[in-house]
């Protein structure tokens, strides 16, 4: 199993930057996919950026393409997720997830962080 505690949310004015952080604790070896979801009120859980650590290759929602950068740090078993030019629509909980299988949707990811949250003013 894996654990999973967030960091870094805040409170910033629109177009300021955000790193979040998310440690990962225990068996992280056999992890396929890991990845940062957001849920904003009444509105359902979406996937805003997804890394595979077997080969590093990433994924970008397009609502964040060219905003965030999603990193890992296979030493530390830390997963980061820088944001910039953020924008009130970005306010929202965010999630750290992960799962051993292929299905890395918000369905599939089997281990999740409580969150943290994210607010953006204008």
């Known amino acids: 199993q894996v654990q999973l505690v967030e960091s870094g949310g805040g409170s910033v004015q629109a177009g300021g930057s955000l790193r979040l952080s998310c440690a990962a604790y225990?068996?992280?070896?056999?992890?396929?996919?890991m990845g940062w979801f957001r849920q904003a009120p009444g509105k359902e859980r979406e996937g805003v950026a997804m890394?595979?650590?077997?080969?590093?290759?990433?994924y970008y929602a397009d609502f964040v393409k060219g905003r965030v950068t999603i990193s890992q740090d296979n030493a530390k078993n830390t997963l980061s997720l820088v944001m910039n030019s953020l924008k009130p629509e970005d306010t929202a909980m965010y999630y750290c997830?992960?799962?051993?299988?292929?299905?890395?949707?918000?369905?599939?990811?089997?281990?999740w962080g409580a969150g943290t949250l994210v607010t953006i003013s204008s």
């Open positions: 997830a992960a799962s051993y299988g292929r299905d890395c949707s918000a369905v599939g990811m089997a281990y």
């Open positions: 225990g068996y992280t070896y056999s992890i396929y996919c």
């Open positions: 890394i595979y650590p077997g080969g590093g290759s990433t």
